[in-house]
């Protein structure tokens, strides 16, 4: 059906509640294909042999008024309006059931009957490679009872998250405290399907969140944009006196120059300096070499440079930045030396492979907005001090692994100081988050100190991802 192709392809553009901002499965199936092509499978042609025996000579004009009405259903079921529409679901899981007991009915003198055809109960879904769970989420969204599994871990956490846990927690009210410049969710708010369950991972994501910031906000300022900043950039004038979050911090890799003129430098290595190739955004960073002057020691002259960022269509070499040809191969922008890759991997590997601040991506009112490096946002970033760091190595294979040959020995070294502070922090976060919800939860509900607050069930991953909702889930 058209209507399928038109609502699958969609969904690429949707990010909001849609399970591919979970984790972006790479042969992720589309949600409205599975949910079309189960509801297909379980329904049956309303012109087979049906009813109380076998009756041949059905009515073809009434069993092709039946099949438009399947039709219609699948119209709707496929539309992501409709994905959590109950009463499109509703009528999705009346016809599943009416064609289920018809099939129960055809078999009823089956000799295992009782097991396999029992009309008060649908069978069970099973999907033994479920990968990014799309499947199996819209089986026990019509109503089946989903079963999952498989060889990869992370489908496995993912088919967790959407399928497993949910369940066990449909139509709870949420537990979790409420921001405080955010009023007071009414108890009448709605809190069937998983909503509760949302709200509680929105109020400890927000908690974690605001506890992060505490303990390593001074290492993330705000940038102040001022009127010198502003003075030949006309995009930043808007923000003159504004001081936006910062959303990235871009660093280009350095190694001392291999010219002997120059191995006092420490030349960047940067695959492009294009920044944003958008249409009308376009913005790139231009390195500029400053003037001679003598050195403070009062011997040869010192060449130094700058990144400044422009806007604007970028030139074409800004594409390449001041890399030649494929592999570790670039160009010394201050000598126009060639700097080959056995001198990078050297120089990495004795401890002098450095980086500086390329430039600053801040948040804006329409967009992000691109700033030149400045010298107190080094000083921050270098400021931080991580207390741990994975020190398993990694595997030495330059095939297919290069970090190695780069003196990034384990996989500690892939990050930088600041990111390792801060990863840390998150991780701490985690536990001391599921201490405060399991103590929240006490306080809320004062059970009996035999229950618990995680219900029956869980396991590795494989096999039951958890019974029907009680109502449908919010994905």
């Not at 691109?370 to 020190?391: G, H, I, Q, R």
């Not at 029907?468 to 994905?475: D, E, F, M, T, Y």
Request: net charge positive; charged share 25%.
């Amino acid at each position: 059906m058209d209507d399928i192709n038109v609502a699958a392809a969609r969904e690429k553009s949707i990010r909001h509640g849609h399970p591919s901002t979970l984790h972006l499965w790479w042969a992720r199936r589309p949600l409205a294909a599975a949910r079309a092509v189960l509801f297909a499978q379980m329904v049956n042609d309303p012109g087979f042999q049906q009813g109380e025996g076998f009756k041949y000579g059905v009515n073809k004009r009434e069993a092709e008024a039946k099949r438009e009405t399947l039709f219609q259903i699948i119209r709707e079921l496929v539309l992501w309006e409709n994905t959590n529409n109950e009463e499109v679901l509703g009528r999705a899981r009346a016809a599943i059931w009416e064609s289920w007991r018809e099939t129960c009915q055809l078999n009823r003198k089956h000799p295992d009957a009782a097991e396999l055809f029992n009309p008060e109960k649908l069978p069970a879904f099973h999907d033994p490679f479920a990968g990014g769970g799309a499947i199996p989420l819209e089986a026990q969204r019509l109503g089946l009872e989903a079963y999952a599994s498989d060889l990869n871990p992370v489908a496995v956490m993912i088919n967790k998250a959407m399928i497993e846990i949910p369940p066990k927690f449909a139509g709870r009210v949420p537990i979790g405290p409420v921001p405080a410049d955010e009023k007071q969710t009414k108890m009448a708010e709605d809190w069937s399907g998983a909503r509760g369950l949302a709200e509680d991972v929105r109020r400890y994501g927000h908690w974690m969140r605001e506890q992060a910031f505490e303990r390593i906000g001074h290492l993330y300022p705000q940038v102040e944009v001022t009127a010198a900043m502003a003075q030949d950039r006309a995009d930043l004038k808007p923000y003159v006196g504004d001081k936006l979050t910062v959303i990235a911090w871009l660093w280009a890799r350095t190694v001392k120059s291999p010219n002997p003129a120059f191995s006092h430098v420490d030349v960047p290595l940067v695959s492009s300096f294009v920044l944003s190739s958008k249409a009308g955004k376009e913005a790139w960073v231009k390195p500029v070499i400053s003037p001679s002057r003598p050195s403070p020691a009062g011997g040869r002259e010192e060449e130094v440079y700058r990144f400044v960022v422009r806007v604007g269509k970028p030139p074409a070499a800004a594409k390449d930045g001041n890399k030649l040809g494929r592999g570790a191969n670039f160009n010394c922008l201050l000598s126009n030396t060639p700097i080959q890759p056995k001198h990078i991997y050297s120089e990495a590997k004795a401890g002098r492979m450095g980086q500086r601040l390329m430039a600053v991506v801040a948040e804006g009112k329409n967009g992000r907005v691109y700033l030149d490096p400045m010298a107190e946002m080094e000083t921050v970033a270098n400021s931080a001090k991580p207390t741990w760091k994975p020190d398993v190595l990694m595997p030495e294979n330059p095939r297919w692994f290069s970090p190695p040959a780069y003196g990034m020995d384990s996989y500690g070294d892939l990050f930088t100081p600041r990111q390792l502070v801060a990863l840390t922090t998150f991780s701490d976060l985690v536990q001391e988050a599921r201490t405060k919800v399991i103590a929240d939860y006490k306080q809320a509900h004062n059970p009996s100190p035999s229950s618990s607050l995680h219900p029956a069930g869980g396991g590795s991953g494989r096999g039951n991802l958890g019974n029907p909702p009680q109502s449908p889930l919010i994905c």
